[in-house]
């Protein structure tokens, strides 16, 4: 049996989007923890995201609540013609 690979098909921004996608309400730390980064890291992360216009942030008492915005397209050559929902679908139909 092969061992088990040491890299990822998906980028850190697209395991953060999923981790958001399953939990709108999620910390930050949770992140980081799921992702396996740095919860500094996931900070920046989220906010790129939310420069680039694929989540917003809204406050609700002392945590943040997440949306993406599952209608933008997929920030990648090969997968333009795709949207974000599209591959949150399939990475994570229960969200």
Known sequence: ????????????????LICIARDPSVRLR??????????????RIVAELADAGYVTRRRTGRRNRYTIRTDLPVPDALARNRRVG???AILSPDA
């Open 1 to 16: 049996m092969a061992e088990p690979a040491t890299w990822s098909f998906l980028t850190n921004h697209a395991r953060v």
């Open 30 to 43: 949770e992140i980081g923890e799921a992702v396996g980064i740095t919860e500094r890291a996931a900070h």
């Open 86 to 88: 599209d591959l949150l």
